[in-house]
């Protein structure tokens, strides 16, 4: 059953996405804190001195989540679904100007758990886990959106399947096979 929050953050989005300006007005405040709780969720698996911070996430998130012109909202699982995407690739690009400054752009292949591990190598880490997640995208865009959602946005299984208009069991189904295939991306010689 869902809460009066829940069905409210929903009927706002749906409005928002007919075009109501005036539901992103009252929309804003009611999904900031979460959108805040997932910055968060990113920022604790950053490197200790990230330039980047929590409220900035939230604040270029929010933004870019703003600028959707053609994403018609059916809920809010697929909401924060969009922002966890969005968050995970600021983080991204992030990384990748903070490597190309940094190291002249030589991304490392690390294995999945190596990625889960905050480390002083996170941006290289970050970026060869995405450089895998967009090979994984052209072999299933499905898998490849399992991880990004449950890896990068802290979804659990789920919000992930009410993101994706699947089961859960599908979740853990895609989940596992994606894991597996990361994993042998990432160990390729």
Avoid at 59 to 68: H, R, S, T, V
Wanted: proline share 2%; aromatic share 6%; glycine share 4%.
């Amino acid at each position: 059953m869902t809460s009066p929050s829940t069905a409210k953050v929903t009927q706002l989005l749906v409005a928002w996405s007919d075009g109501d300006q005036s539901a992103l007005k009252t929309l804003t405040p009611l999904v900031h804190e979460e959108l805040h709780r997932l910055a968060h969720h990113y920022m604790k698996a950053e490197r200790p001195g990230n330039t980047l911070q929590t409220t900035a996430l939230v604040n270029e998130a929010y933004l870019k989540l703003i600028d959707q012109k053609r994403v018609k909202f059916k809920n809010r699982s697929q909401f924060f679904a969009l922002a966890a995407t969005l968050m995970s690739h600021i983080l991204v690009d992030h990384a990748r100007d903070r490597q190309s400054l940094k190291r002249g752009g030589g991304a490392l292949r690390v294995s999945l758990e190596k990625a889960l591990i905050v480390s002083g190598d996170r941006d290289e880490d970050l970026v060869a886990l995405d450089n895998a997640l967009v090979r994984l995208a052209t072999v299933d865009v499905r898998k490849s959106k399992v991880v990004e959602l449950r890896f990068f946005g802290g979804l659990s299984v789920e919000e992930t399947a009410a993101a994706l208009d699947v089961s859960a069991v599908t979740v853990m189904r895609e989940w596992r096979m994606a894991k597996a295939w990361l994993y042998n991306s990432l160990n390729e010689a």
